[in-house]
């Protein structure tokens, strides 16, 4: 009953606020649970025979990012859904306090844009606080990637790989001392240090 005075009492530019407020909420409460819930979701394991050796314990270094975290992003799908979501409390706010339609919208779109850069510069350092970050070397294992610069004999080159969700370069060696160049698809067998692992080269046949 209460509900229904309230509703009956707002205006139709409010309720259309009321209504748009209440969807943008739910789909920017949906990409917030969905986002950390995919954060650990990434199956570290991988099937096969692979003779599996070094210190799971050690952490890889990021060396080289496909994705910069330098760059500041302020448009996003997060940091539209934020803005659209307090543009829309905002202005059901205001209008239910009795400002004028004008001023309403030129607030509401003040707040909706401070929440929007608030949104972008949190994922921003968050990202940035992710590519600073050590990962476990478990992680990397049996992870499949492509050979980023010449692996020589007996030498070392890098391999880029996805490694919980983020493309990283780092060192690597052949596990069978021969030379894999740029392009081949390999597999990470073996951590050799917190810095470097060990990889095979994958036949065509083996690749998925």
């Known amino acids: 009953m209460v509900m229904e005075t309230w509703w009956e009492g707002l205006s ?11 969807v943008f909420s739910i789909l920017f409460i949906w990409q917030i649970i969905t986002t950390a819930a995919g954060v650990d979701t990434h199956d570290a394991g ?18 080289v990012h496909e994705f910069s975290a330098d760059a500041f992003t302020l448009i996003s799908v997060r940091s539209l859904l934020a803005f659209a979501t307090i543009f829309s409390w905002s202005g059901v706010i205001y209008l239910a ?4 339609v004008i001023f309403a919208l030129i607030y ?20 940035r606080m992710q590519e600073q970050g050590n990962i476990s ?22 391999v880029r790989l996805m490694v919980r969700g ?20 390999v ?4 951590i050799i240090n917190q810095n470097t692992v060990e990889v095979i080269e994958l036949w065509d046949s083996e690749v998925g």
């Open 12 to 22: 139709t530019l409010n309720r259309f606020f009321v209504c748009s407020a209440t």
């Open 97 to 100: 306090d009795g400002t004028s």
């Open 108 to 127: 509401s779109f003040v707040w909706g844009a401070l929440a929007m850069f608030g949104v972008s510069l949190i994922l921003h350092f968050l990202l």
């Open 46 to 63: 991988h099937s096969g025979g692979s003779d599996i050796h070094g210190d799971l314990s050690a952490p890889i270094h990021y060396e």
């Open 166 to 185: 983020v493309m990283s370069v780092i060192n690597a060696r052949s596990r069978n001392a021969s030379p894999i160049t740029e392009g081949t698809k």
């Open 137 to 158: 070397a478990a992680w990397a294992i049996g992870e499949e990637g492509v050979v980023y610069i010449n692996i020589p004999a007996n030498g070392m080159g890098k």
């Open 187 to 190: 597999r990470v067998v073996n």
